[in-house]
């Protein structure tokens, strides 16, 4: 069964400096593997999704995601934060049509 | 276009009662599935529906069911409600049968308190 590992519950970053979020999966296929971003009292948003193809995968809002076979890894990146980016952050895998999230991360981002 | 569309945004139930949330998917999709997300935990996958039947279901009791209706939207039941079930209740929807590469985009979810 697939699995998501989110490294770090809360990352604080100042404003203008690099984001990076952690994401290891474990999976005994191909994995197809997705970044939500959720806002205080709201849903989720897709930020991006990597499926085939290019392994570096560029979302919105400036993010992007690397798909590194090797180290089972998507980590999020942000080459420079920005207040609005404040959330709560979530990757996922799907098997079989369903999501299987990881915990999340929480950034802040400082003034 | 309307995104995915949930009601109500959130709701007080005492344990016992029972309690019904639903959901409209997004223009052109068919597929709907349901996650329960708990304070500080990643939403948890509760089943999915397409073609009105439950296609794939989670580590849920069957005190949680749901149903599709012929143009698409679902609805979420709880029977029995426990104070575990207080949690924020998310609706996704995509478009096709087990593609697995296919998105689901989500509601903005029902806040469901259980005293």
């Known amino acids: 069964a697939q699995s998501v590992t989110q490294l770090g519950s809360h990352v604080s970053v100042s404003e203008g400096a690099l984001v990076l979020l952690r994401c290891n999966y474990s999976?005994?296929?191909?994995?197809?593997l997705f970044w939500y971003v959720q806002y205080p009292n709201q849903g989720l948003q897709l930020l991006l999704k990597?499926?085939?193809?290019?392994?570096l995968v560029k979302g919105i809002n400036g993010f992007e995601a690397e798909f590194k076979k090797s180290e089972t890894s998507f980590h999020l990146t942000k080459p420079s934060a920005h207040m609005s980016d404040a959330a709560e952050y979530f990757c996922?895998?799907?098997?079989?049509?369903?999501?299987?999230f990881g915990q999340g991360t929480e950034l802040s981002v400082k003034p | 276009d309307a995104g995915v569309t949930q009601s109500p945004t959130h709701l007080i139930k005492t344990r016992g009662q029972q309690v019904t949330l639903r959901c409209s998917p997004k223009?052109?999709?068919?597929?709907v599935s349901w996650y329960q997300q708990a304070l500080g935990q990643g939403p948890q996958f509760i089943f999915q529906?397409?073609?009105?039947?439950?296609?794939q279901r989670g580590n849920f009791p069957d005190r949680f069911s749901g149903h599709q209706f012929p143009n698409y939207s679902s609805e979420l039941n709880v029977n029995a409600l426990l104070l575990g079930d207080s949690a924020l209740y998310l609706c996704a929807s995509s478009f096709g049968q087990s593609d697995i590469t296919d998105t689901q985009y989500f509601g903005p979810g029902t806040r469901l308190t259980v005293l």
């Open positions: 990597y499926t085939t193809g290019a392994t």
């Open positions: 996922a895998v799907t098997q079989g049509g369903k999501l299987i």
């Open positions: 999976s005994s296929v191909p994995p197809y």
């Open positions: 223009s052109g999709h068919d597929t």
């Open positions: 529906y397409y073609e009105e039947e439950e296609r």
